[in-house]
Every structure is written in C-alpha cells, then in structure tokens.
C-alpha cells in the first residue's frame, strides 16, 4: 500500500481544520486522521504553511468571528461558540491580543462610514478629500 507524501497529510490536515474549526478539536484527533504523529504533524505543517496546526486554527476561527462580527448581529457569545470557543473570556482575550480591538469594539469599527455619510479624515487627508460633513 502506498502511503501519502507527508505535503498531502498537511493539506489534509489544513482541510480538516478548515471544516471543523467550530468544533473541538485536538491536534491528536487531527494526527489521527492523516496517520502521522502529533509532533511529525507539526513539523510537516509548518513547514508546508509556516504555522503550525493549532496556530492556523486559531486564525481560521478569528477570521471567521471577524466575518461575522462584520456582517450579523448575533451576540458575540453566540459567535464565541459559533467558531468554537467555550469560553467568551478567553475569546475576548484572544481576539483582543491578535487584532488589537475586543470584540465589540471591532464591531463598532467595522460598521460602514456610508452610514453615517462620514468619511475619516486619515482617509481624506490620503487621497485629497473634502473632510466637511455630506448633507
């Protein structure tokens, strides 16, 4: 029997955890499912994506609570759990420690400038703007 080339196990891998960041996963689980060990998994992935496994979850989930944090209005306890964090506390952290905002207060910036007809003034000192305020 011919076993894959430790790339294809780490495209596995990506693709597992890209599928089911929301859930609980382990990178035993995860080394489980492309046979091989957890610390040769490690290795092969981050030489293949310059992270490793659980650093690429970690960005999956955030990139998706940003996603949703964005574009819905469900309570970010619900897009805690929604990404696969149990623990709002240590979402917030997390998520505070990689984007520099907490949650809600990516939410609040995240929201459109058209809405309110404002234009930031870094944004029209940039490219040459009017900054007074649109009717």
């Known amino acids: 029997m011919l076993r894959p080339m ?11 955890i890209d599928q089911h ?3 609980s996963l382990t990178l035993d689980g995860v080394s489980r499912e492309v046979a091989l060990s957890a610390y040769h998994l490690i290795r092969v992935f981050k030489h293949a994506y310059r992270l490793t496994p659980y650093q690429y979850l970690v960005q999956r989930r955030i990139a998706r609570a940003k996603e949703l ?9 619900e897009i805690c759990a ?3 964090y149990e623990s709002l506390g240590s979402f917030s952290t997390l998520f505070t420690k990689l984007t520099g905002l907490s949650p ?4 609040l910036n995240a929201q459109p400038t058209r809405q309110t007809g404002y234009i930031p003034l870094c944004v029209c000192l940039l490219h040459d703007l009017d900054d007074s305020p649109t009717p």
């Open 6 to 16: 430790p790339h294809q196990q780490a495209r596995l891998a990506r693709r597992l």
């Open 104 to 107: 809600s207060a990516y939410r």
């Open 21 to 23: 960041y929301d859930a």
């Open 69 to 77: 944090l964005r574009t819905t209005d469900l309570p970010i306890t």
């Open 82 to 84: 929604a990404v696969g």
